[in-house]
């Protein structure tokens, strides 16, 4: 679904492009403009087989809204926060067991325009995020629960596209990232910790984020 709405972004933008391309005005952000952006979506899935009598019900969640101001002709700073909510229940026929992740996300960023023409510009957004995750695996079959906790650091750049509907209404999309993220996670109940540095970039449609901007 992230690829066909990517795709049909892509195609829409290439279009609008170059229609403005002969056109001589490019999009400003003026300094002192204010900008929110609301990033939201939700997951519901339920499946069952017969064959093994196994039902799957799944749901997940985030929103990820950020504010900002422009402290230069296209150029913000701002802070965005972020949260996510994923459950998922198995459920064979003598057993049940369930996984859930819920993470919180606080992350002040730099975002920096660049002009395409009258309302298409291609952006790059610099950010330094950091994460509280927690996760909880059930085995009822085996009466067992194993729960981790971690803290992820993340530096790093995301490229992107915006387009103008009007004077302050945008659609924005980010693909991917550049940076670096190190992480510690501890592991209940045997109380293990484990560490994790990693540098990363990543341009598949799976980090492919969408949302809705304001600017006043």
């Known amino acids: 679904m992230k690829k066909l709405l990517l795709c049909t972004m892509l195609i829409a933008l290439s279009f609008a492009y170059g229609q403005e391309s002969t056109k001589k005005e490019k999009l400003t952000i003026q300094k002192g403009t204010w900008y929110l952006n609301g990033g939201m979506s939700l997951v519901s899935n339920n499946s069952k087989s017969n064959q093994n009598m196994e039902k799957s019900d799944q749901i997940g969640f985030n929103f990820s809204p950020k504010i900002g101001f422009s402290i230069n002709n296209n150029l913000i700073i701002g802070l965005g926060l972020g949260y996510n909510y994923h459950k998922n229940d198995l459920n064979f026929t003598n057993t049940k067991n369930f996984t859930k992740n819920e993470s919180y996300s606080i992350f002040p960023y730099i975002k920096k325009y660049f002009s395409l023409g009258q309302k298409l510009a291609f952006t790059l957004h610099g950010e330094f995020r950091y994460t509280y995750s927690k996760y909880e695996n059930d085995y009822n079959s085996l ?53 994790i540095d990693n540098f990363n970039f990543n341009l598949n449609s799976s980090n492919l984020n969408f949302g809705i901007s304001y600017y006043w």
């Open 143 to 195: 009466n067992n629960t194993n729960l981790s906790k971690a803290n992820y650091y993340f530096i790093g750049i995301r490229p992107g596209i915006t387009y103008f509907l009007n004077k302050k209404i945008a659609l924005e999309a980010n693909i991917g990232a550049l940076g670096y993220t190190k992480s510690n996670h501890t592991h209940f109940p045997n109380n293990s910790i484990q560490e």
